[in-house]
């Protein structure tokens, strides 16, 4: 769905009778966005990325990614680097798990490897830097630089990452997995009354959707 359109929907719940009445008919649509903002944030970082951590499966990130292609890769003459401009905010998450790939923009199949800033005196060291020709990218604040393996004659790339909602345009689709949608709306009511954020279920069981 849209971004306009999950923002009508919590409003169309907020006229609702399941809806607290200390909400109801209350709220802006930007007063709703902030409060899904934070709602998303909570499911992705709180829910979604720790059960991804306990089960080893970081492909459960997946399920919220947008791909942006043809985005330039830029040359900063200084450094001696060449780089990219993030195009949206990105979820931040440890190891930066935020950006999910990054390739060539027509061969998705060598993807670019992740390493941590600052860390390319190691991997120069290393057997590694000799055998494989791949290039590796960092994160610096809303650039991405790349290593010197990146060829010259790549001027464009693919990027999936997973977006901020509040970067987003009320008419950028919005990734929400399946069996989510009730849980989003209970955390932005948790939100809007002022109350810690909490994924409730059932049957006692916290990792029951």
Do not use: W
């Given at each position: 769905?849209?971004?306009?359109?999950?923002?009508?929907?919590?409003?169309?719940?907020?006229?609702?009778?399941?809806?607290?009445?200390?909400?109801?008919?209350?709220?802006?649509?930007?007063?709703?966005?902030?409060?899904?903002?934070?709602?998303?944030?909570?499911?992705?970082?709180?829910?979604?990325?720790?059960?991804?951590?306990r089960n080893s499966?970081?492909?459960?990130?997946?399920?919220?990614?947008?791909?942006?292609?043809?985005?330039?890769?830029?040359?900063?003459?200084?450094?001696?680097?060449?780089?990219?401009?993030?195009?949206?905010?990105?979820?931040?998450?440890?190891?930066?798990?935020?950006?999910?790939?990054?390739?060539?923009?027509?061969?998705?199949?060598?993807q670019y490897l992740?390493?941590?800033?600052?860390?390319?005196?190691?991997?120069?060291?290393?057997?590694?830097?000799?055998?494989?020709?791949?290039?590796?990218?960092?994160k610096e604040n809303?650039?991405?630089?790349?290593?010197?393996?990146?060829?010259?004659?790549?001027?464009?790339?693919?990027?999936?990452?997973?977006?901020?909602?509040?970067?987003?345009?009320?008419?950028?689709?919005?990734?929400?997995?399946?069996?989510?949608?009730?849980?989003?709306?209970?955390?932005?009511?948790?939100?809007?009354?002022?109350?810690?954020?909490?994924?409730?279920?059932?049957?006692?069981?916290?990792?029951?959707?």
């Amino acid at each position: 769905m849209k971004k306009i359109q999950l923002i009508k929907l919590v409003q169309h719940r907020l006229s609702g009778g399941n809806c607290p009445p200390a909400l109801k008919g209350k709220y802006h649509p930007e007063i709703i966005a902030k409060h899904i903002q934070l709602a998303m944030n909570y499911l992705i970082k709180e829910i979604t990325y720790l059960e991804a951590e306990r089960n080893s499966d970081f492909t459960l990130l997946d399920d919220y990614i947008k791909t942006f292609t043809k985005i330039e890769v830029k040359e900063d003459s200084d450094r001696e680097e060449r780089f990219i401009d993030l195009p949206v905010r990105v979820v931040p998450l440890p190891k930066n798990r935020g950006i999910r790939f990054i390739s060539d923009q027509k061969n998705q199949s060598v993807q670019y490897l992740y390493r941590e800033n600052n860390s390319d005196d190691m991997y120069s060291d290393l057997d590694v830097d000799r055998i494989s020709d791949r290039a590796r990218y960092y994160k610096e604040n809303d650039k991405i630089f790349f290593s010197r393996h990146l060829p010259s004659s790549i001027k464009h790339v693919l990027i999936k990452v997973i977006p901020d909602f509040e970067s987003l345009d009320y008419e950028d689709e919005l990734n929400v997995p399946s069996g989510f949608g009730k849980l989003i709306f209970d955390l932005v009511f948790q939100s809007m009354q002022g109350m810690p954020l909490t994924k409730k279920s059932n049957d006692g069981n916290p990792n029951t959707v």
